[in-house]
């Protein structure tokens, strides 16, 4: 076995280790503790954060690459020309599981007609069996209903019973606080806890309910279905998760370096500074978005089909071909965030502490990087939150315009893509597009919530705006 | 106001020059005209006559960017950049880099009333709803009606695009067989072809414009005159229409209006899934057969509606609030 590391898995390692970084000052800071308390209080940005918790650690599992070693017959070492993931080895059995073409979900039979000659010698059209999926029902007509009922209820029983073990511990390591688990779990059940626990049990009790039946009956069926060339659509809308995550977090980050420098720079120098940067930026967003990125990614393109040498596999090349498409969004959408930056920065520059500082003779870099950099980290934040879930759903359109990520990268846009084509058939294939929809919308809505959340906590203007019922009794007057 | 409109102009015309070096030395600096060229004859073999035939016919026969053969402004006016933009800022587009050439000027003309058609009616029902949607949901602040429309906002704005075209597409087209699958008619016959992209549009689109809105209108309703109007007596619904709408109008126009130039270039996605024949549906068509001449000439054709509608929307701002003075 070889590791690899592809440049988004290192992207993604580094970011997990800015975000730790960043939690340890948390710790040490009041300020942002409190802050941060208030967006882990708040029951829906809580449960919203456990489900994208949930979802990294699925983009996690699947960024760490490998390459087997493959056995030869001189007893050398030769190792795949294919990177895995450890979410690929996880789910081998289902990769592995790979059917003729599409077939329903949980189906035992192909979802075309083909001939085949039975053993009489008579020729016949009918549906086949699949290779895999209920293969090892003797007669699907008679036990299919039985089996997957029967493996249905035991992934809820035991989601159920995780769920419960949940709540248990839960109340075990509460009931320090609240005089012995029984008012722990009284406490619990009355949402008096100082954190919104009772709404995150219940959206990991969700959670657990559908995960159980899935997990339980993977290895005999195909939980959503296969796609055109037999795939498991499940282990695709799975491995779109990684793309999503990778788009949405890291094009944000990457327009960071540009969108901090120049804001700072154009608020704090004004004059002839300032002049240019704006005009920078307004350059840069006369230009149509999707064009911009569109003539940008094609450049890309062309690049590379030039320069084929640089790189060694497939799974390198559209690595690479993702990184720069979130580069190259990076590139083209800072234009926002450097405008509030520059705003918040021409006020900032103003105040006591900074004329103070400039007053005792302390060095402009210094102030721009001791007294301003910090004070903006609220905007960046709320920014990059904001952000996600818009270049999530963005990523889709450029996948449908032709230029979001590689063909053979498995994507949410690539999904719907294909699921235009087979909406129009007769009969209609709904699954993976059924499919795409669901994880889609999981990960987006609680992407979009957690902003909320965060945006509330950060932005006293916005939790003006909140609808009054959201707010919960136990927060507000903590 | 005089003097505003020529500083406006005169930054205008910088960003126009900026958008345009940007996107030459974007196309040129890693795919030049032989590149292209090639690209666009197509086949394996492609002879070096060949590739002088294709640039001479579309004028890629000379240097980038500086000539030094030449004497004096020859050298920067004999060359593709210079050519180039100054056909572009007369608005002579020319011809595409395609095979079989078209002429991008007559496409643009025609493909922009197909557009317009989409997306005019389409800007002005978004604007009236999703204020009107928005201004519901303030009447009833605090209220469940205001939770639960926040709720559906927050879904509606969490689901792509693409799937409400093709959940609308197969719901009304295919099962309830209301309106055609796709494509366009001149006339009044466009009606039944751009009812369901419109429907489809406003609705994806509600969810994000509505809960903009309405944080907008609650802005407005913690603010003095607000408190004054009540005072005076004047009912709910008198205090939303009269006061706060009126004062909420300019954050609305200036969200509202960075639409202002897709009113023209039309919307991509939707464009090409109803296979109406507009400016976006070309755009597709250029990006998938990499035509580069196209794409240039739809980014410098963006970047001018988007100085355009800057200045409306500066425009509006003193029509609808006198206290905003251009100067």
């Excluded at chain 2, 300019?250 to 039309?266: E, R």
Aim: proline residues 3%; charged residues 15%.
């Amino acid at each position: 076995m070889k590791f690899v590391l592809l440049w988004t898995d290192l992207a993604l390692w580094l970011m997990v280790a800015a975000v730790v970084v960043y939690a340890l000052r948390i710790r040490a800071q009041a300020n942002l503790r409190t802050t941060w308390r208030r967006v882990l209080r708040d029951p829906i940005a809580a449960s919203a954060g456990v489900v994208m918790a949930l979802f990294l650690g699925v983009t996690l599992v699947d960024s760490v690459h490998l390459r087997p070693a493959l056995a030869t017959t001189d007893g050398g070492t030769v190792y795949d020309t294919r990177a895995l993931s450890t979410l690929d080895l996880l789910l081998a059995r289902q990769i592995a599981m790979r059917e003729v073409s599409y077939s329903v979900p949980l189906g035992t039979h192909g979802f075309n007609k083909e001939s085949f000659v039975d053993a009489q010698g008579q020729a016949g059209r009918d549906y086949p069996r699949l290779k895999f999926g209920g293969s090892h029902l003797g007669d699907p007509a008679v036990q299919w209903a039985g089996d997957v009922a029967r493996r249905a209820t035991l992934g809820l029983v035991g989601g159920l019973a995780i769920a419960a073990l949940l709540v248990a511990l839960t109340a075990a390591a509460l009931a320090r606080h609240h005089h012995g688990w029984r008012h722990a779990l009284a406490d619990l059940a009355a949402d008096r806890t100082v954190y919104p626990l009772r709404a995150v049990l219940i959206m990991l009790t969700v959670i657990l309910l559908l995960a159980g039946p899935v997990i339980a009956l993977m290895p005999q069926y195909h939980v959503f279905g296969t796609d055109r060339t037999g795939n498991d659509i499940l282990v695709q809308a799975l491995k779109s998760v990684r793309t999503a995550f990778v788009i949405g977090a890291l094009s944000t980050l990457a327009t960071l370096p540009l969108a901090l420098l120049l804001g700072v720079l154009a608020g704090y120098y004004k004059g002839w500074v300032d002049e240019v940067i704006q005009y920078l930026y307004t350059t840069l967003s006369a230009v149509p978005n999707v064009l911009l990125i569109a003539a940008c990614v094609l450049m890309v393109q062309v690049y590379f089909d030039k320069n084929p040498e640089l790189f060694e596999t497939a799974a390198e090349r559209s690595d690479l071909k993702m990184l720069m498409l979130c580069l190259i969004l990076g590139l083209t959408g800072w234009a926002g965030l450097c405008r509030l930056v520059r705003a918040e920065t021409l006020k900032l520059r103003e105040l006591d502490y900074v004329q103070a500082a400039t007053a005792f003779g302390v060095g402009d870099l210094a102030i721009m990087g001791r007294h301003i950099l910090p004070n903006v980290m609220h905007l960046v934040l709320i920014t990059v939150v904001l952000s996600f879930s818009e270049l999530i759903l963005y990523e889709a359109v450029l996948t449908y315009v032709g230029v979001g990520v590689d063909p053979t990268t498995s994507s949410f846009g690539s999904m719907i893509n294909l699921a235009r084509a087979e909406m129009s058939r007769d009969p209609i294939v709904w699954w993976s597009f059924a499919a795409a929809f669901g994880f889609m919308v999981g990960l987006v809505l609680a992407a979009n919530l957690f902003a909320d959340g965060v945006r509330d906590a950060f932005d006293p203007k916005a939790r003006s705006a909140r609808p009054r019922i959201f707010v919960r009794r136990g927060a507000a007057d903590a | 106001m005089l003097r505003f409109m020529l500083r406006r102009l005169g930054y205008g015309l910088a960003i126009l020059v900026g958008v345009n070096l940007f996107t030459f030395f974007l196309f040129f600096s890693v795919n030049t005209p032989d590149d292209m060229a090639r690209l666009n004859i197509g086949g394996k073999r492609v002879t070096q006559a060949q590739i002088e035939t294709w640039k001479t016919e579309r004028g890629y026969d000379k240097p980038l960017y500086f000539d030094a053969s030449l004497q004096g402004g020859k050298q920067f006016t004999h060359t593709i950049l210079w050519e180039r933009s100054v056909s572009l800022f007369a608005l002579d587009f020319g011809k595409s880099d395609a095979r079989q050439a078209i002429n991008i000027g007559h496409e643009v003309k025609v493909r922009m009333g197909v557009s317009l058609a989409l997306a005019l009616p389409l800007f002005i029902l978004q604007v009236i709803v999703s204020i009107a949607f928005s201004l519901l949901l303030v009447f009833f602040r605090h209220t469940r009606i205001d939770f639960w429309g926040v709720v559906l906002c927050v879904l509606m704005l969490s689901i792509s695009s693409l799937f409400y075209i093709i959940v609308g597409q197969f719901l009304f087209a295919r099962v309830l067989k209301l309106v055609p699958m796709n494509g366009f008619a001149p006339g009044l016959d466009a009606v039944r072809f751009l009812a369901l992209p419109i429907l489809l549009s406003l609705l994806s689109r509600l969810g994000g414009e509505a809960r903009l809105y309405r944080a907008m209108f609650l802005e407005e309703m913690g603010k003095d005159y607000v408190r004054t109007a009540r005072a005076k007596g004047l009912g709910e619904g008198r205090v939303l229409s009269r006061h706060v709408l009126r004062n909420a109008l300019i954050p609305i126009i200036t969200s509202a209006g960075s639409y202002l130039p897709y009113v023209f270039l039309g919307s991509l996605v939707f464009e090409s899934f109803f296979g109406i024949p507009g400016l976006g549906a070309f755009v597709i068509e250029a990006i998938t057969g990499q035509d580069f001449a196209i794409v240039r000439t739809m980014v410098f054709l963006g970047a001018l509606l988007y100085i355009a509608s800057n200045a409306l929307i500066d425009i509006a701002y003193t029509w609808v609030d006198p206290r905003v003075r251009l100067q």
